[in-house]
């Protein structure tokens, strides 16, 4: 019996951990479920930095539309570089953006955050709207979310707007600045973001 | 000639330049990157060396003397809101800032405190910059200004008029004009400024480091949030341009 129970334990707490990272498909709730548990997973005293950048990887590969994100601050780019080349701009890039991500969300898990509304703006996309509370260092900052819904059964985050200034727009025009410096040459782009994953 | 004089002719031809930009689909180019981006890395040595230690330190003072200085700032700021409300043909945010302006300056013990957003008059800066854009004159080419920042050309032009006409606050201080037995100096005007400057910057202090750290393309991250900022300012929005659509087809 003590074995049956043990083994029947053993499979909750192997579902559960798989499950771990599965929040509302709702965009307000799914929002607020994803943030809650990041900020607590980032301040947990019990977790090493490697295991909080884990979690963060994890959480961000199965919510955040990467692959879209890379192609969208490529720019016009992307229609006409080569597909290895492509391929190998959406490697680094994934790597790029997992750093930058755990970086940034470092730098805020000690804050308190709200979800405030969700706005449905067309089938594609609803903008759930939050902030996150003052602190020494900062006022308030509202923080709005471009989730994609055009699966409804699993919403993805494409882009932060941090008091109405885009993310992915600002990376965008920066990876646009480095290409009009280097000709359009993609591998300049590629270059430099292993630079910066390696740092 | 008269600084007058000399102020006007700058001021047409950089307006006449701006006025030019219109017809560019892109409003963020340009003017002389490699001279902006020296001057930026200037910028960020001064920030390094002066401001963010200063801001630091500014950080450390009691919540309710930064929550004055800013106040303060704020009302002060409010005078060159007004006339470009005005100007904008916005009668109710103008009377607004006028509200809010009276009601600090008195009740609020010059500023310092408050009580007009409790009152729920909107103070909502402008400044010609914002109202030249809402009458549809394009930024222009972009560039960088010693200690000042990233600017735009109309923002410039806007800067230098608001300045010398429009910002009372200016006329009394910089200028050293007395109006209604009210009277300033240059440093009056440089100490609001600065507090304004490192109240922004102590406000700002994890964005800041954030954004550096997380930049392969500094000078440029920043131009772009310069110019999404002016832009949601001019359009009086928090909402970010959707350019996404053409991904998803």
């Known amino acids: 019996m003590k074995k049956l129970s043990l083994i029947l334990f053993s499979i909750i707490l192997i579902f559960k951990s798989a499950h771990a990272t599965n929040y509302s498909t709702d965009p307000e709730l799914f929002v607020s479920e994803l943030v809650n548990d990041a900020i607590s997973k980032l301040s947990d005293k019990n977790l090493n930095e490697q ?7 994890k959480v961000a590969l199965e919510n955040v539309d990467i692959n879209a994100l890379g192609l969208y601050t490529l720019g016009e780019l992307r229609k006409t570089a080569k597909k290895s080349s492509l391929d190998k701009y959406q490697k680094v890039f994934e790597k790029y953006f997992l750093k930058s991500l755990t970086s940034r969300l ?6 308190k955050f709200e979800v405030i509304s969700a706005e449905k703006k ?66 300049i782009l590629i270059s430099k973001l292993e630079e910066f994953v390696t740092n | ?67 004055g200085t800013s106040n303060f700032t704020s009302n002060i700021a409010t005078l060159l809101s007004i006339p470009n409300h005005l100007l904008q043909g916005e009668v109710r945010l103008a009377g607004h800032a006028t509200g809010s302006f009276l009601v600090n300056t008195t009740i609020g013990v010059l500023g310092l405190g408050n009580p007009a957003a409790l009152m729920g008059l909107e103070n909502q800066k402008e400044d010609l910059g914002q109202t030249l854009g809402s009458y549809g004159v394009k930024g222009g080419c972009y560039f960088v200004l010693p200690i000042l920042g990233p600017t735009t050309v109309r923002d410039t032009v806007g800067m230098i008029v608001d300045t010398s006409y429009l910002d009372p606050f200016a006329r009394i201080t910089w200028h050293e004009k007395e109006i209604k ?3 300033g100096t240059k440093i009056d005007y440089v100490g609001v400024k600065a507090a304004d400057v490192v109240d922004f910057r102590g406000n700002n202090m994890t964005n800041f480091d954030s954004l550096e750290k997380n930049s392969i393309d500094l000078y440029a991250a920043t131009k772009s949030l310069y110019l999404q900022n002016r832009k949601n300012k001019i359009n009086n929005s928090s909402e970010s341009e959707d350019d996404w659509g053409n991904l998803d087809n």
Do not use: H
């Open chain 2, 1 to 67: 000639m008269g600084f007058k004089k000399l102020q006007l002719i700058i001021c047409s031809v950089l307006l006449a330049l701006t006025v030019g930009a219109q017809a560019e689909t892109n409003t963020d180019k340009e003017c002389f990157e490699k001279i902006s981006r020296g001057v930026f890395q200037f910028n960020q040595g001064f920030d390094k060396a002066i401001l963010k230690p200063v801001a630091k330190a500014y950080n450390k003072l009691p919540d309710p003397v930064r929550k």
């Open chain 1, 51 to 57: 295991e909080k950048a884990i979690f963060i990887e």
């Open chain 2, 181 to 183: 037995n009210i009277s």
């Open chain 1, 106 to 111: 470092t730098d805020y898990s000690s804050n």
């Open chain 1, 122 to 187: 067309s089938s594609n996309y609803t903008i759930v709207k939050s902030r996150i509370a003052q602190s020494d260092n900062q006022p308030e900052i509202k923080i709005d979310w471009r989730i994609y819904t055009k699966n409804q059964d699993k919403p993805l985050i494409r882009d932060l707007i941090v008091e109405g200034l885009s993310l992915a727009r600002t990376q965008k025009e920066e990876f646009a600045s480095i290409l009009n410096s280097n000709d359009n040459d993609i591998n």
